[in-house]
């Protein structure tokens, strides 16, 4: 979904991304905050416990995960529409998360903490950040907020029950050659402490949940070697990051690591041990009522005085030219390129033909933007971009979570920060508030830039798609929500105008055909056997006759991929890996006739204790029984083969 970019199809499993919910209760009133994977808004079924108002859905920002799950056209077309066998397990599994907080529900107390997370971002729109004002830039140290700030969750007894997190950066380590699903670096950090504090289980089966959630991530980059051309090693350009060969395509940010594998690891690694050691010394308790402040609001039309002459207004959602270039974490394949404040001739006439032409008015609201895709003003099949999005606040005591309806820059999440304290510090129990931006918070919206950044009309600028003044609308609302929160006058609140559901979604995607294997072959056999013996840090390698994995359905909870040791005291096999671990990959790989392989590997650790091992394979074919289809499952082992512990001579 992230890239949009068609050709990244899934096929296989890096990292499996999980639903993670937090509900915190103050006998007398409820919050959830939920970190999913996804951006679409949750159909809640407990009667009114769980609300609008005070359930927030926000998204880590893997840009590796299943697409077609987002009603407005424009993410339905690298999608080929609305998929849904990709909604319904991710609604599903959102839910399920939020059933299983429900039930685990018992009394403790949360304390906070923060600190500064080094090496793990890199502003990729300086250029963008300098045209903010002197004065309001030199009061920071750095381009971006290193800062992550920990809610430890503890039971009355002290063991601690989870974690909450926030820190500003794109999941965009894994590229968009990746084909898998993956969790990227947010996920990851995710994984390890939930790996270190639920020893011995499985991915997703711990008691202890921790959470990394997206923030103000808009401008902000994980990959922090910086950007490239990948054709000469030269840098690219400055101003408009493209390369003199190859153009905007070439110039592609990369590091830490020597490939986005290792990248992903670092950045998650990273995040999660500072992560870490900020949950093991929080002692700041976390005291005193929860609120929920939730309105909808028709962003196309919001009015703000921004002094005692002037009132500015916002567009309909349009995107600009630069939209089109991407990021230097992913370019797009055409000759845009970022910073553009004047359209192309030749697409603009490419789009009046296929598209319309944007109105003067829309044209004029979004100056200085040149206008690619005036989506306000497209609505076939189907509207392009909300209008109605969500503004949110909940407070947790002393900690308010500001929940974005996109992808706010560094320097936008500051100013919103400070407003929102601003109005909270009104209330002198509210005086010593933590403010956090919650990114990509219950509906997307793209890019939130600060008025000077949109002048630059970096991609950024581009997609901040309610105009140049979509940052001001912002400030306004959420100063109201936050000055009704801290007035308690939250029921007072106007509920907004409600977001439209589209009851006739397309799909275009074809289903998957049916299975067919070599002759004299069973689905599941072996194909390329592994080797008897391997060493730490060797990669085992199988290959299995396979099923299409989109016949599988919904596998929440379930394994394509098992790495299995033998235990010789109890003589029977146990499960020390799935495909949810990050030592396996599942790989999915199409040949023709409707015949297809998955390929599992196992990158083994360091660490892992020398044994017997075997790898499993788990899948369903279809195939056509009396002209109807017919789904069955099968399954597939490897040979045993042998880890040694690594012995070293001089
Ligand atoms: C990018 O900017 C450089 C000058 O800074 C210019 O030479 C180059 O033509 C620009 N590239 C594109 C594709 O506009
Ligand atoms: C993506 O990462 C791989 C290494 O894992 C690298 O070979 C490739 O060039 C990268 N592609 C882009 C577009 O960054
Ligand atoms: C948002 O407001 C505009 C301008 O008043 C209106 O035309 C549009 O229908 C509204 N959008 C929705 C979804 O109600
Ligand atoms: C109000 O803002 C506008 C636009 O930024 C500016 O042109 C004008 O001078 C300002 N007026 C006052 C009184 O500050
Ligand atoms: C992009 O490509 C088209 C077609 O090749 C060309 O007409 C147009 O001038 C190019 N635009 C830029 C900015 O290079
Ligand atoms: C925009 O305005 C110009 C001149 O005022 C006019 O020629 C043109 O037709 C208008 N375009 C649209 C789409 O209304
Ligand atoms: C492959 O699947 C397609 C779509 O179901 C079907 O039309 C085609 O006949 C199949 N080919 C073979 C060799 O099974
Ligand atoms: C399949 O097995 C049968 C019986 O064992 C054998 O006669 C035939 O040659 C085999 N076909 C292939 C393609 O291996
Ligand atoms: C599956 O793997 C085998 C062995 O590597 C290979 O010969 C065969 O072509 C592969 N089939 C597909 C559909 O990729
Ligand atoms: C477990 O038993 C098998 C055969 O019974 C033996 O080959 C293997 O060395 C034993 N493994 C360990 C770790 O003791």
Redesign the pocket.
């Known amino acids: 979904m992230g890239y949009a970019n068609p050709q990244q199809t899934a096929a296989g499993i890096h990292t499996r991304l999980y639903s993670r919910a937090f509900i915190v209760d103050d006998r007398r009133r409820r919050v959830v905050f939920v970190t999913a994977d996804v951006l679409k808004a949750l159909q809640v079924k407990y009667g009114d416990v769980y609300r609008q108002d005070n359930v927030v859905l926000s998204g880590t920002h893997t840009h590796c995960g299943p697409a077609g799950y987002f009603q407005y056209t424009l993410f339905m077309i690298s999608s080929k529409g609305y998929i849904k066998a990709s909604i319904e397990p991710l609604v599903n599994g959102i839910v399920k998360s939020i059933d299983r907080a429900h039930r685990n529900m018992k009394p403790g107390r949360i304390y906070r903490n923060k600190g500064e997370v080094d090496d793990s971002s890199l502003n990729r729109s300086p250029h963008s950040y300098l045209n903010n004002p002197e004065d309001e830039r030199d009061r920071y140290q750095w381009n971006t907020d290193k800062q992550v700030l920990v809610l430890k969750f503890t039971d009355e007894d002290g063991d601690g029950m989870g974690m909450l997190s926030w820190f500003a950066v794109h999941a965009v380590s894994m590229n968009y050659t990746n084909r898998m699903v993956s969790s990227d670096n947010m996920g990851h950090a995710s994984y390890l402490l939930e790996q270190d504090k639920n020893p011995g289980t499985l991915p997703g089966q711990g008691a202890f949940v921790a959470g990394f959630s997206s923030s103000n991530l808009g401008d902000v980059s994980p990959n922090t070697r910086g950007p490239h051309c990948m054709n000469t090693g030269l840098s690219c350009d400055y101003l408009n990051s493209s390369c003199p060969v190859g153009g905007t395509k070439m110039c592609q940010g990369f590091g830490p690591g020597n490939d986005m594998f290792d990248s992903t690891r670092l950045i998650g690694h990273n995040i999660y041990r500072k992560a870490k050691e900020l949950y093991a010394n929080a002692v700041e308790e976390v005291t005193g009522p929860l609120h929920s402040a939730h309105q909808w609001v028709?962003?196309?039309?919001v009015k703000v005085q921004i002094n005692s002459t002037h009132t500015v207004s916002t567009c309909?959602p349009a995107l600009g030219h630069s939209f089109a270039a991407g990021t230097t974490d992913g370019g797009g394949d055409l000759n845009f390129t970022q910073g553009a404040v004047e359209g192309d001739p030749f697409w603009d006439g490419i789009r009046d033909a296929l598209l319309g032409e944007p109105s003067n008015e829309t044209q004029e609201c979004h100056h200085p933007k040149p206008i690619l895709f005036s989506t306000g003003e497209m609505n076939w099949p189907l509207?392009w971009h909300p209008?109605?999005v969500d503004v949110q606040i909940i407070t947790i005591g002393s900690v308010a979570v500001v929940a974005v309806p996109g992808e706010m820059t560094t320097m936008s999440g500051r100013r919103l920060r400070e407003a929102v304290k601003q109005e909270l510090e009104a209330e002198a129990t509210l005086r010593d508030t933590e403010v956090v931006i919650a990114g990509l918070s219950n509906v997307y919206t793209h890019y939130i830039t600060t008025y000077e950044e949109y002048q630059v009309q970096r991609y950024e600028g581009a997609s901040t798609i309610y105009g140049p003044h979509t940052l001001s609308a912002y400030l306004h609302k959420y100063r109201g929500l936050a000055r009704a929160i801290a007035q308690d006058k939250v029921s007072e609140l106007p509920v907004g105008?409600e977001?439209?559901f589209f009851k006739k979604l397309f799909n275009l995607l074809l289903p998957a055909p049916v299975d067919r294997k070599p002759a004299n072959s069973s689905f599941g056999d072996v194909v390329q056997q592994v080797y008897p013996v391997y060493r730490q840090g060797d990669v085992v390698s199988v290959t299995f006759v396979a099923g299409n994995p989109r016949h599988s359905g919904d596998m929440r909870e379930k394994t394509f991929v098992t790495v299995e040791i033998y235990d010789n005291r109890t003589a029977a096999w146990e499960v020390v890996y799935t495909d949810a671990s990050w030592e396996t990959r599942f790989h999915w790989l199409k040949g023709s006739n409707n015949r297809s392989n998955a390929t599992v590997e196992w990158h083994i650790l360091p660490s892992t204790p020398g044994g017997s091992y075997r790898i499993k394979h788990f899948g369903h074919f279809k195939q056509m029984k009396a002209l109807r289809p017919v789904i069955s499952p099968y399954e597939g082992s490897s040979d045993v083969f042998r880890v040694t512990d690594s012995f070293y001579y001089e």
Do not use: D, S
Not at 298 to 301: D, G, Q, S, V
């Open positions: 028709n962003m196309t039309e309909k509207p209008q109605i105008p977001p439209p």
